[in-house]
């Protein structure tokens, strides 16, 4: 509907009572005004459905001011239906990173909504900006196996652009579909390309392989287990950075890989600051079991650097009633005024999660 022709509610422009949200206010000479209309619209989207057009053609204004732009994406992304052709609009190169990200952070949608976008957030992979890239990731996610062909595409391309490659990979492993050649591509990718890029193959073959997995299959738990060992065997890579890569990756598989609980552990003991704070995370992310790691996340809670003992403190907030051993030192640690602020509010959340823990671990 467009213009300001109907209108589902009226309502003031935040910070000025005198305005309405209507299409001379988002048009306005003022920029504060346009921005704040905008605003509004983003925080009262049924006022803002009859202004889709007026709103979108803010987005699509070369002349506007990116940060105008910006907020005429999130507030597009807040309307149903979802406006995917002015989004799209959004992710030409010309508007830059900060509105590009936008537009692909509104994309996010149930599978299916926006798949008209899809190869449009394909080629978002080739940009230059980790923020834009990640979040036409999570878009492509929920657009689901219609994304597929087109990541598949961008992907076989870039065969110089290993942070494109990288970003594919993962969002192949997001969606967990085998189509257009994409389990070949991954496990090809998994042994022939450099660490950090094998790493990402591995976790969308692991993820593809699991997806096919029923349920109720006989050993499943071995099946899984199986399609994870590969990328499990990157704990033990040469480059530190490839190890972090793969315990984030490892965290991310839809049924956790358990059976890579005894490389993180080793981590845990031995590896490097940031190595032992991924580590601690990536225990109870990949699910590893309440007898493996409460004691070493207990023990984690003590370790010299703040940001392993706070990664330790929310690892166990994962094992819900099962983290009891560690209430003693989690409440220590949440009193003691010479631990950092961060590390006293992990410890206290977690050891009030213990107490109204009604189950075990959250995935039981």
Same mark, same amino acid.
């Given at each position: 509907?467009?213009?300001?022709?109907?209108?589902?509610?009226?309502?003031?422009?935040?910070?000025?009572?005198?305005?309405?949200?209507?299409?001379?206010?988002?048009?306005?000479?003022?920029?504060?005004?346009?921005?704040?209309?905008?605003?509004?619209?983003?925080?009262?989207?049924?006022?803002?459905?009859?202004?889709?057009?007026?709103?979108?053609?803010?987005?699509?204004?070369?002349?506007?001011?990116?940060?105008?732009?910006?907020?005429?994406?999130?507030?597009?992304?807040?309307?149903?239906?979802?406006?995917?052709?002015?989004?799209?609009?959004?992710?030409?190169?010309?508007?830059?990173?900060?509105?590009?990200?936008?537009?692909?952070?509104?994309?996010?949608?149930?599978?299916?909504?926006?798949?008209?976008?899809?190869?449009?957030?394909?080629?978002?992979?080739?940009?230059?900006?980790?923020?834009?890239?990640?979040?036409?990731?999570?878009?492509?996610?929920?657009?689901?196996?219609?994304?597929?062909?087109?990541?598949?595409?961008?992907?076989?391309?870039?065969?110089?652009?290993?942070?494109?490659?990288?970003?594919?990979?993962?969002?192949?492993?997001?969606?967990?579909?085998?189509?257009?050649?994409?389990?070949?591509?991954?496990?090809?990718?998994?042994?022939?390309? !450099?660490?950090? *890029? &094998?790493?990402? $193959?591995?976790?969308?073959?692991? /993820? @593809?392989?699991? #997806?096919?997995?029923? %349920?109720?299959?006989?050993?499943?738990?071995?099946?899984?287990?199986?399609?994870?060992?590969?990328?499990?065997?990157?704990?033990?890579?040469?480059?530190?950075?490839?190890?972090?890569?793969?315990?984030?990756?490892?965290?991310?598989?839809?049924?956790?890989?358990?059976?890579?609980?005894?490389?993180?552990?080793?981590?845990?003991?031995?590896?490097?600051?940031?190595?032992?704070?991924?580590?601690?995370?990536?225990?109870?992310?990949?699910?590893?079991?309440?007898?493996?790691?409460?004691?070493?996340?207990?023990?984690?809670?003590?370790?010299?650097?703040?940001?392993?003992?706070?990664?330790?403190?929310?690892?166990?907030?994962?094992?819900?009633?099962?983290?009891?051993?560690?209430?003693?030192?989690?409440?220590?640690?949440?009193?003691?005024?010479?631990? !950092?602020?961060? *590390? &006293?509010?992990? $410890?206290?959340?977690?050891?009030? /999660? @213990?107490?109204? #823990?009604?189950?075990? %671990?959250?995935?039981?």
């Amino acid at each position: 509907m467009a213009g300001g022709a109907a209108q589902i509610e009226r309502v003031r422009v935040i910070g000025l009572a005198s305005r309405w949200l209507d299409a001379s206010s988002i048009n306005d000479a003022d920029a504060s005004v346009r921005l704040g209309a905008l605003a509004t619209g983003f925080v009262r989207p049924a006022a803002a459905a009859p202004l889709r057009d007026v709103i979108a053609a803010r987005l699509a204004d070369r002349g506007e001011s990116p940060e105008i732009r910006r907020q005429a994406a999130l507030t597009l992304g807040m309307l149903r239906p979802l406006p995917v052709a002015a989004l799209v609009a959004g992710l030409a190169r010309w508007q830059g990173p900060t509105v590009r990200a936008a537009a692909a952070t509104a994309l996010h949608s149930t599978e299916g909504t926006a798949a008209d976008a899809g190869e449009t957030l394909a080629r978002c992979l080739l940009a230059g900006d980790a923020t834009v890239r990640l979040q036409s990731v999570l878009a492509l996610r929920g657009i689901g196996a219609a994304a597929v062909g087109h990541v598949v595409k961008v992907v076989e391309e870039a065969e110089k652009f290993d942070i494109t490659r990288m970003s594919g990979l993962d969002a192949l492993g997001f969606i967990g579909v085998d189509g257009h050649g994409s389990l070949d591509l991954a496990t090809r990718l998994s042994e022939d390309a !450099p660490g950090t *890029v &094998r790493v990402c $193959a591995r976790f969308a073959v692991a /993820s @593809i392989e699991g #997806a096919a997995i029923e %349920p109720d299959a006989k050993g499943r738990d071995k099946r899984l287990a199986k399609a994870a060992e590969p990328l499990a065997a990157m704990l033990e890579h040469e480059d530190e950075a490839v190890r972090l890569l793969a315990m984030e990756r490892l965290g991310w598989l839809k049924d956790g890989a358990p059976s890579a609980g005894g490389a993180l552990l080793r981590l845990l003991k031995e590896g490097s600051p940031a190595e032992r704070e991924a580590a601690a995370l990536g225990l109870a992310r990949t699910r590893t079991p309440t007898e493996q790691a409460v004691e070493p996340l207990r023990g984690a809670l003590q370790d010299e650097e703040p940001a392993v003992r706070k990664a330790a403190a929310i690892a166990l907030t994962a094992y819900g009633t099962d983290a009891k051993p560690a209430l003693g030192d989690l409440l220590r640690l949440g009193k003691d005024a010479t631990q !950092p602020e961060g *590390v &006293r509010r992990a $410890a206290g959340e977690c050891a009030k /999660s @213990i107490v109204k #823990a009604e189950r075990g %671990p959250y995935w039981a």
